[in-house]
C-alpha cells in the first residue's frame, strides 16, 4: 500500500462512516471560526495590532509554541494566509531568541540563539528562555507548507528560507563551542524533550515530517532527516507498549518511561496529556507514507485497549502496561480526538466507534479548551482528508 504522499488521495474517513460531505465541511469550518474567532470564552486566537496575532494556552494564560506552531499548520492547511502571516510575525517578533534579544538576557541563555522562548506572556514579554523542540519542528514544517502553497514571500515572509534556517540550527548546534546544544541527538537522530536532557518526549516524534525534511531542508542536511524518520519510527516501537499501544509522556532513548525530570516531582511516566498526540502522529505518518506496518497494529492496540480494558474509565490515567492511576485527564477531549485520529491507521474492529465518538463529541469549552482543541481540529482536518502535504 502506498500513502497519500505517492497516490495524492487522502481519506475522508468521516465519509466512510457514512457522514454527509456538506456536514464534514461544516464542521471543519464551523470549529475553525470557533477556536478564531468564536466568543471571549470559545477562541484562543486574538489579533494583535495591525498585522500579528497569537493563540493562547487557556489553561496557563501564556503563548506556547506549541500553540503558535499549531495555529500556522492549522491555517495553511485551510488557506488561511492572513492569519497564518499573523502569527508568524508575533512569533518571530516576540519568541525569537536573536542575538539582539539575547544581550539582556538571563546568563547562558545566548547559547539558545535562533531558537524560539517557548512560552511569552500575552504581551510577549518571555517568561522563559529556552525552547521547546516541538514547536520548532511545527514552525519549520508550516512554513514548507506555506512556501508550497501560497509562494515566498520577502524576509520573515520568505517561508523556505526561513525553515531551512531553523531547521538547520536545531541539529547543528553544539559542533562549534560555544553555539548551545541540538535539539536531535546527532548521534541516534532521536529529537530531545528540551536541549538540556538527553531523553525524549514520543509525542515528538514526527517521521511524516521528517521525511519531508529530507526533501526540503539544506541539502547537507538531507540525509539526517532522512535517518531521523527510520530512527523516530524504530523508536516508537521501543516506547508503545506491546499490548496496549500506551506510551509514557517522556521516555529515554530505549523507549523506557522517564518518571520525572531531573531535579523535579511530577510524575511523567503515565499516559497523560503529552503522550495522547503520539498515536494521532503515527495515524498521520500511516496516512502520508504507509511504510510500516507496526503503525495499524499499534492503532488498533490502543483503540482495544480502550473499548474493551479501559471501556468504562474512558477517561482515566494509566501507566503503560494499563495499570489505572488514581487521577483523570485533564484533557477528555483530546483522548477522544486522538483515538479518532489513530483510525488513519487502524482497520479493527473499534476504528469506527472511535470516529463516531469523536464526531459526536463537541468543542471544549472553559478554561482548559486550548490542548483539547488543538487536538479536535488536527482530528478533524486528518480524518476528513484535509490535513495534506503541500
Known sequence: MSGAFETGIYRNVFAECGLPEEEIEKRVRDSFRTMFYGSEEERIYHEVGADMGYLTDTGNNDVRTEGMSYGMMMCVQLDKKEEFDRIWK????????????????????????????????????????????????????????????????????????????????????????????????????????????????????????????????????????????????????????????????YAEYDGTPVRSQPGQKDRHDWYYSDAYRTIANIGLDYLWFACDPWEKENADRLQTFYYETARDNQDGVFLIDGTPVDKKALHPVAVIATNAQASLASDGKYARDCVMKFWNTPLRTGDRRYYDNCLYLFALLALSGKYRVW
Open 90 to 249: 508575533w512569533t518571530k517578533t516576540y519568541m525569537y531568541m536573536d542575538a539582539e534579544t539575547l544581550k539582556n538576557a538571563p546568563h547562558g541563555s545566548s547559547r539558545n540563539e535562533g531558537y524560539f522562548a517557548w512560552s511569552c506572556a500575552l504581551d510577549g514579554t518571555k517568561n522563559a528562555w529556552g525552547p521547546a523542540p516541538d514547536g520548532e519542528e511545527f514552525f519549520a514544517m508550516a512554513l514548507f507548507f506555506a512556501s508550497h502553497r501560497w509562494g515566498d514571500g520577502e524576509g520573515i515572509f520568505n517561508y523556505s528560507a526561513q525553515a531551512r534556517t531553523l531547521l538547520h540550527d536545531c541539529i547543528h548546534k553544539g559542533e562549534q563551542p560555544g553555539t548551545g546544544k541540538p535539539m536531535w541527538d546527532p548521534q541516534n537522530h532521536l529529537i530531545k524533550f528540551i536541549t538540556e536532557c538527553d531523553f525524549s518526549d514520543p509525542s515528538y516524534h514526527l517521521p511524516h515530517f521528517y521525511e519531508l525534511f529530507a526533501l526540503w531542508a539544506e541539502e547537507e542536511d538531507r540525509p539526517f532527516w532522512k535517518q531521523a524518520a527510520a530512527a523516530s519510527r524504530e523508536y516508537l516501537k521501543k516506547a508503545c507498549h506491546p499490548v496496549t499501544g500506551l506510551c509514557a509522556e
